[in-house]
């Protein structure tokens, strides 16, 4: 007889097992809770590449099992070599639960598997199409790579970025990126932004736009001059709660004044 524990018993023992990777492997073929952060696996190589351990790439090869018959079938001409499309596909469709989509990680774990540029890029593309088709809810996004985004115009995009809830990228994305994100994406709750150059007014529009910012990180690298972003950042004054500003040519910072609830300054 099955038995099934209560919802909270089992975020209880996810979160107990958080740094026991050992056990908790153990779960990921019973309980789907263990997917939503699978790249937390990868967090530490040397760790992973003991044989008893699971490794980023048979993670992947899982991702790529569940991809539709279409991108196998396009993978399989371009010569790389991945389950058949008529092989059995995983008895779970793993990639629809996941909430934590750490593009830069999924990036360094394609080169290592693929030596060539063009088959990791192709592979790559094909998995985020099948991401943001098949996850129903995203709630984690990173990018720092401006160069992994540049086709994302061309994807068909859901509502799996609908309750985005924490987002960290760099500033040197391309705006359509950011345009196209603004139009779907206004529950963002904490950002994490690394300055490298101008802002855009794609990213600016993106930030003034949600509905909810409580937790701003801005690492402003070099001496550019960031105050243009300053006007997005102030129509947050009633939500702020957190602001941490890393910043090699401080300038003013008087507008934090108009941030009424904010509790810690970094």
Not at 185 to 190: D, E, K, M, T, V
Request: hydrophobic residues 40%.
């Amino acid at each position: 007889m099955a038995y099934k524990l209560p919802i909270d018993c089992l975020n209880d023992i996810f979160e107990h097992l958080e740094e026991d990777k050992i056990s908790l492997h153990s779960c990921l073929l019973v309980n789907h809770i263990s997917w939503r952060n699978i790249w937390n696996f990868q967090h530490h190589t040397f760790y992973l590449c003991q044989p008893h351990k699971p490794s980023p790439s048979t993670i992947l090869n899982t991702f790529i099992a569940c991809l539709p018959n279409e991108s196998k079938d396009l993978l399989h001409t371009n010569g790389m070599s991945i389950p058949a499309p008529t092989s059995k596909s995983p008895l779970f469709n793993y990639i629809s639960f996941i909430k934590v989509f750490p593009i830069d990680t999924i990036r360094q774990i394609l080169f290592l598997k693929n030596k060539q540029f063009n088959d990791s890029r192709l592979m790559f593309q094909e998995l985020l199409k099948a991401f943001m088709n098949q996850i129903s809810s995203l709630k984690v996004w990173s990018c720092s790579d401006a160069s992994l985004l540049t086709d994302f115009d061309s994807f068909e995009v859901k509502d799996c970025l609908t309750d985005l809830s924490t987002f960290i990228c760099h500033s040197n994305i391309c705006p359509n990126f950011f345009n196209r994100l603004s139009q779907t994406c206004h529950n963002i709750q904490a950002l994490c932004l690394v300055y490298e150059e101008n802002i855009s007014n794609e990213l600016k529009g993106l930030i003034a736009m949600q509905r909810n910012l409580k937790y701003l990180d801005l690492d402003i690298k070099g001496k550019h001059d960031w105050s243009d972003i300053i006007p997005a950042l102030t129509k947050h004054h009633h939500t702020l709660k957190r602001l941490y500003i890393n910043v090699g040519n401080l300038g003013s910072l008087s507008f934090i004044t108009s941030f009424k609830n904010l509790q810690k300054i970094l």
